[in-house]
């Protein structure tokens, strides 16, 4: 199964012509889930036609304005359009006060529900995936976030016909790992079933490098990653606690991640973002950097 991620904004703290600020959809079966929900989010949703009532999760990194400045006007949104569930909203320490004020600020009219948690470690698990928080270093509390599905045991549907196995609660047994017995014969789940690797997704924005950002990124399937300044600016990067596209694709090699994907780029290189890939590349050559409405499959 094909997991989406949505690029709707890709800019550092002042947008562009091009770039918006900073926000990620995950669509995984019934879930909707907004990464960070940059100034002019909404907009974003209409022009990429996608309806924001189906969000179900909101994942904040940190509360700087480039994150976030896009809640009140989704907020307002969401209850002037008789958003029917319940928004489940994570971030780091400080969310539950930061969302309280921007409830009672920004929504005088309409009726939104919102549960609100503060995490770290893993924080969720359903039967499909599990989501996991890392805190990173930057200016404000801030988390890094995993998306892992779980793996699934498959059945083999040819070797099912070849052993004639019939429809029946059997399969559903098999597909749990469990032998059977079948005409008399036992049949391990093993010789007719496989397991499928479920995938993982990691988002790592605003911080300085740290031992959580290689955790948060290990064996990831696709890596996410800010790459706000090269190594020409390094300094700069220290100083306001980000990362450089080489640190990015440092944590993609040294993580084996098999794919990274960059993103928050400073209007300075604004039109020459080549030399970010560039630095990346050297590192780790299956690097890309985001547009605005890129959608990747993985």
Known sequence: MKIPIVFLGTSQAIPTAKRNHIAMLLHYKNETMLVDCGEGA???????????????????????????????????????????????????????????LMKRLFIPRGNLKIEVKEVSGK??????????AFPLKHGAPCNAYAFVEKDKRKLDKKKLQELKLPSSPLLKKLQEGKDIEHDGKKIKANSVSYVEKGKRISFILDTALCENCFKAAEK?????????????????????R?????????????????????????????????IILDEARKVFPKTEIAEDFDKIEI
């Open 242 to 274: 980000h990362l450089t596209a080489r640190q990015a694709a440092e944590i993609a090699k040294k993580s084996q991640a098999k794919k990274l994907v960059l993103t928050h780029i400073s209007q300075r290189y604004d039109g020459r973002e080549k």
């Open 123 to 132: 924080f969720l698990e359903t039967q499909d995936f599990y989501l996991e």
């Open 42 to 100: 909404q907009r974003q949703f209409r022009k990429a036609k996608i309806n924001p009532c189906k969000l179900t999760r909101l994942l904040i990194t940190h509360f700087h304005g480039d994150h976030v400045l896009g809640l009140p006007g989704l907020f307002q949104t969401l209850a002037l359009n008789s958003y029917n569930k319940t928004l489940q909203v994570y971030g780091p320490r400080g969310t539950l006060r930061f969302i309280d």
């Open 220 to 240: 990831a399937d696709l890596l996410i990653a800010e790459a706000t300044y090269t190594e020409e600016d390094k300094e700069l990067a220290e100083e306001h």
